[in-house]
């Protein structure tokens, strides 16, 4: 009897088992759709880099974005900005891989010249904000190790908390929490920690909404908690599946980028 006992508590753990995600496809799965829903994705974005004192600096760009194929391979990303003046006409372009360095490129039109940017500048600031170019592409999955901590709600909604630490020690942070949404896999807040395990950095999917029927974060915010700055970010007009043309991911477009697709 005590036999049979056992063998029924074992047949009601294994579905739960089998169901149970680990850390790391809890992150995929939110990669996927942080990152790469859609064929292709455009928006107009409006970033403000607000300081410690309250001071706002206001950057616009159209950023259109190209999946070469399934979430986590290959993609391309191109901007194009509008404000303020001294950044006004300036175009970046990002091709990512899995696996490897990110190519990057950028338009600066006071000098007339495309500049290629060093594949170790990931971790540096995005147009002076408080994003880093990785935050902006993504960081690869494998690039560290992620465990499930815990389970609890952000407001109503129940995540997972997951934390991510870099494998290797080319990095500024040591360790990440991500809260991930069990229904839509957005990543709803995430904690960045130093190097010494001090919180430094916070980011905060502040809206959802969905977008052809996509969960998409339209406004976002990243804030150092270190210097006190921050940059809320708002998309707007977000659209999937356009049909956006491979060719305009070059060299020639990023000089004079057509105007269907960044007006």
Not at 14 to 23: E, H, K, N, S
Not at 226 to 229: A, D, K, Y
């Given at each position: 009897?005590?036999r049979c006992?056992?063998?029924?508590?074992?047949?009601?753990m294994?579905?739960?088992?089998?169901?149970?995600?680990?850390?790391e496809?809890?992150?995929?799965?939110s990669?996927a759709?942080f990152?790469?829903?859609?064929?292709?994705?455009?928006?107009?974005?409006?970033?403000?880099?607000?300081n410690?004192?309250g001071a706002?600096?206001?950057?616009?760009?159209?950023m259109?974005?190209?999946?070469?194929g399934?979430?986590g391979?290959?993609?391309?990303y191109?901007m194009y900005?509008?404000?303020p003046a001294?950044?006004?006409d300036?175009s970046?372009?990002?091709?990512?891989?899995?696996?490897?360095?990110?190519?990057?490129?950028?338009?600066i039109?006071a000098i007339?010249?495309?500049k290629?940017?060093?594949a170790?500048?990931?971790r540096?600031?995005?147009?002076?904000?408080?994003?880093?170019?990785?935050?902006?592409?993504?960081?690869?999955?494998?690039d560290?190790s992620?465990v499930?901590?815990?389970?609890?709600?952000?407001?109503?909604?129940d995540?997972?908390?997951?934390?991510?630490?870099?494998?290797?020690?080319?990095?500024?942070?040591?360790?990440?929490?991500?809260?991930v949404?069990?229904?839509?896999?957005?990543?709803?807040?995430?904690?960045q920690?130093?190097?010494?395990?001090?919180?430094?950095?916070?980011?905060?999917?502040?809206?959802v909404?969905?977008?052809?029927g996509?969960?998409?974060?339209?406004?976002?915010?990243?804030?150092?908690l270190?210097?006190?700055?921050r940059s809320?970010?708002?998309?707007?007009?977000?659209?999937?599946?356009?049909?956006?043309e491979?060719?305009?991911?070059?060299?020639r477009?990023?000089?004079?980028p057509?105007?269907?697709?960044?007006d």
């Open positions: 009897m005590k006992w056992l063998w029924l508590i074992v047949g009601l294994l579905p739960l088992q089998a169901l149970a995600l680990t850390g496809e809890v992150m995929k799965k990669q759709a990152l790469y829903p859609g064929k292709d994705f455009k928006a107009r974005v409006v970033m403000k880099l607000i410690r004192d706002e600096r206001i950057r616009e760009m159209t259109l974005r190209k999946n070469a399934e979430a391979g290959e993609q391309k191109f900005f509008f404000q001294d950044v006004k300036m970046f372009m990002i091709y990512k891989y899995p696996a490897k360095d990110d190519d990057r490129w950028m338009f039109p007339n010249m495309v290629r940017i060093a170790q500048d990931k540096s600031s995005f147009v002076g904000s408080d994003f880093t170019y990785e935050d902006v592409s993504g960081r690869d999955i494998d560290d992620h499930i901590e815990r389970e609890e709600k952000v407001g109503s909604r995540s997972y908390v997951v934390k991510s630490t870099p494998k290797g020690t080319d990095t500024d942070f040591g360790a990440k929490l991500t809260w949404d069990k229904a839509t896999f957005l990543p709803l807040k995430e904690d920690y130093d190097r010494k395990g001090a919180l430094y950095k916070q980011f905060n999917a502040d809206e909404a969905e977008v052809k996509v969960p998409t974060i339209v406004k976002r915010t990243m804030k150092n270190q210097t006190g700055h809320e970010v708002a998309y707007l007009k977000a659209d999937y599946d356009l049909g956006i491979d060719s305009l991911f070059s060299e477009f990023l000089r004079q057509p105007r269907k697709w960044v």
